[in-house]
């Protein structure tokens, strides 16, 4: 919103995400860790990543097929127009860690509620 008001902001596109990103990997580590208290199977996962699994092994696993995917893609994304464009204002990225407890205690709340689920 701030670039969207900011004279900074005319004219330019934002790509907007963590200038310091973990991998996909390190992410599904660190919430498997924080919500179930448990460390993962990298080694299984990376097997698995980009395959289709039967429902049966996505439910024993605790994963989705699309899930996975995400642990084969290589990408990399570029948020230095939007980290130079906001330097000065006071706005930053959070670290991924510090949003761990804030998104867990949100679904642990609502994970039963149908109306908060994409579909």
């Given amino acids: 919103m ?5 004279e900074e902001g005319i004219g ?5 995400t ?3 990103p973990y991998t996909m990997e390190e992410v599904y580590t660190m ?10 199977k990298k080694a299984l996962l990376s097997h698995f ?7 049966m092994l996505e439910r024993y696993l ?6 996975l ?10 948020s230095s127009q939007a980290v130079r464009d906001l330097s000065g204002s006071g706005i930053t990225c959070p670290d991924f860690k510090e949003t761990l407890a ?14 908060k689920y994409v579909t």
Avoid: C, W
């Fill in 49 to 55: 990543a980009g395959r289709s699994l039967n429902p």
């Fill in 31 to 40: 919430l498997s860790e924080a919500y179930l208290d448990k460390t993962p």
């Fill in 62 to 67: 605790r994963v989705s097929s699309e899930a």
């Fill in 102 to 115: 804030p998104m867990i205690s949100y679904y642990t709340k609502h994970r039963q509620d149908q109306q």
């Fill in 2 to 6: 701030f670039l969207s008001h900011h």
């Fill in 18 to 20: 963590d200038p310091h």
């Fill in 69 to 78: 995917a995400y642990h084969a893609i290589h990408a990399t994304y570029d």
């Fill in 12 to 16: 330019k596109t934002y790509h907007l």
